[in-house]
């Protein structure tokens, strides 16, 4: 079992003292009060951007302030290649926290919530703020359960056209379809180039959405025989090209 992993604003030079860091807030509160480290345990800080550390305890103070030391080297991870987006049409309820949650465990680097023509729930306003901050806060969370240093970026919600420019640029773009003749698993990936996957909602990709895609370069292709929900499809989709892009190797 790796350390566990608590989120801080940056680790500049600038915000260690002598090889320490006071985490405080809500991640000391955590830290200290629900995973009730003590002195001598193992932690692992990051910015979530890529920049961690590893440390020891050396104190738990109160209930929300952890004293973290031995924070001698700050390492980087690089991103990932190829770099995979998943394009999320926005599902009803929670299935979207639900498909962000999973999606970051799973190894998703971007997330571009989708407001397809065919979706029940709308972004409007300041529900859609809302919303596309629970997204942000669970990218977030799971991150830190999944013992990730660099969180996936989630974007503003897009409308097709947007979409469709994104996969414009991409080196492979597929669309999950029931239309499509060919097996994700089977499809030529490119030697490089970043991946975009789009799901559609419950109701499916629109014919005209379709062909906006077709026209930026998008395949459509299938998973199985099984029809995935929307807020599972694009977990089971990230899966089956990492196992052949060598990032689970």
């Known amino acids: 079992m790796t350390a566990p992993v608590f989120v801080v604003d940056s680790l500049g030079p600038e915000d260690l003292t002598a090889g320490e860091y006071v985490l405080d807030g809500p991640e000391g509160r955590h830290a200290v009060s629900v995973k009730r480290l003590r002195s001598g345990e193992d932690v692992v800080l990051t910015d979530g951007r890529g920049h961690w550390a590893e440390g020891v305890v050396k104190a738990a103070e109160g209930k929300d302030r ?12 690089p991103p990932e290649q190829p770099r995979i987006t998943v394009v999320q049409a926005l599902p009803k309820g929670d299935r979207g926290e639900l498909a962000v949650e999973t999606m970051t465990e799973v190894g998703v680097d971007a997330i571009v919530p989708w407001a397809a023509s065919r979706c029940i729930t709308q972004w409007k306003g300041e529900r859609g703020q809302k919303a596309l901050g629970k997204w942000r806060a669970t990218a977030r969370e799971a991150g830190k359960q999944s013992r990730r240093v660099r969180f996936p970026d989630v974007a503003d919600a897009a409308t097709s056209k947007q979409v469709a420019s994104l996969l414009a640029t991409a080196g492979f773009a597929a669309v999950l379809h029931e239309s499509g003749e060919e097996p994700l698993a089977a499809a030529e990936l490119p030697a490089s180039g970043d991946i975009v996957l789009v799901v559609g909602p419950e109701g499916g990709v629109s014919p005209e959405e379709l062909a906006l895609f077709a026209e930026a370069g998008a395949r459509p ?9 929307t807020s599972t499809a694009g977990t089971a989709a990230t899966a089956a090209l990492l196992t052949r892009t060598g990032r689970w190797s």
């Open 66 to 77: 952890l004293v973290v030391t031995d924070l001698e080297t700050v390492h980087e991870e």
């Open 221 to 229: 292709y299938r998973l199985g025989r099984s029809v995935l929900r």
